[in-house]
């Protein structure tokens, strides 16, 4: 199947910085990327839906001035988390859709882990 | 999108076959039934989709019913390895996003 990278896979900060995550399709071009929060022992919740050259679409209750999305190019989506607080910990996954296929399938990255102290 | 009901924990014996259910009774005719699974602290990885037949793959086979209100992933032979949480989800092609349900936990012992 098609392969997501998210990096960097796990991150630990200080309350009031920010962090960057990357996610990358490796051998497909990405017009869509979602993004998802996932607190222990949760359920996967949807964040944002990224679309390539245009402004992210945000699910009810997700600050957007808190949580950048980026998504420049066909191949790489950004989530910036701002400000970043300890509630903001958490376990943050994206996927992509492939550009072509018949079903649209969705792939997901590995993951990446955020501390904040 | 429709929403699932699946079963919150399921145990199954190492070599045999895991059944896992899923009930989706609003689904609408143009919503494929997709399966999921998330081992623990990784993404989820794809199993395997289908829209009314039954389908299968190298990993499982899908059971969906005539009617489309339940279907039944299979997984042949479980190994320890097949221990994770299995998310099944309903939407219909392109663009729309996937929602997570609670899924089945799934644990495969020796």
């Known amino acids: 199947g098609a392969v997501v990278s998210q990096h960097p896979s796990w991150v630990i900060c200080k309350s009031g910085t920010s962090v960057k995550i990357e996610c990358r399709s490796l051998?497909?071009?990405?017009?869509?990327m979602f993004w998802y929060r996932q607190f222990p022992k949760q359920s996967l919740m949807l964040m944002a839906t990224?679309?390539?050259?245009?402004?992210?679409?945000?699910e009810q209750g997700v600050e957007k001035d808190k949580f950048l999305i980026n998504h420049a190019s066909l191949t790489l989506s950004t989530l910036t988390v701002t400000s970043a607080h300890p509630e903001d910990s958490s376990f943050y996954i994206c996927?992509?859709?492939?550009?072509?296929?018949?079903?649209?399938?969705?792939?997901f990255g590995e993951g990446s882990r955020l501390t904040v102290l | 999108d429709a929403k699932t009901t699946q079963p919150p924990s399921m145990d199954c014996a190492e070599g045999r076959a895991a059944n896992l259910p899923c009930n989706h009774s609003?689904?609408?005719?143009?919503?494929?039934v997709y399966w999921y699974r998330q081992i623990h602290s990784q993404g989820p990885q794809y199993i395997i989709h289908?829209?009314?037949n039954n389908e299968t793959n190298e990993m499982a086979s899908l059971i969906i019913t005539e009617d489309r209100k339940s279907s039944t992933l299979i997984l042949p032979h479980a190994t320890l390895r097949d221990t994770a949480v299995y998310y099944c989800?309903?939407?219909?092609?392109?663009?729309?996003?996937?929602?997570f349900g609670a899924g089945t936990i799934l644990r495969v012992k020796s």
């Open positions: 609003t689904i609408s005719g143009n919503e494929y």
């Open positions: 996927s992509a859709r492939l550009r072509e296929g018949l079903t649209g399938e969705l792939f």
């Open positions: 289908g829209l009314k």
């Open positions: 990224s679309n390539e050259g245009s402004k992210a679409t945000y």
């Open positions: 989800i309903v939407r219909a092609t392109y663009g729309n996003k996937l929602v």
């Open positions: 051998d497909f071009q990405a017009t869509t």
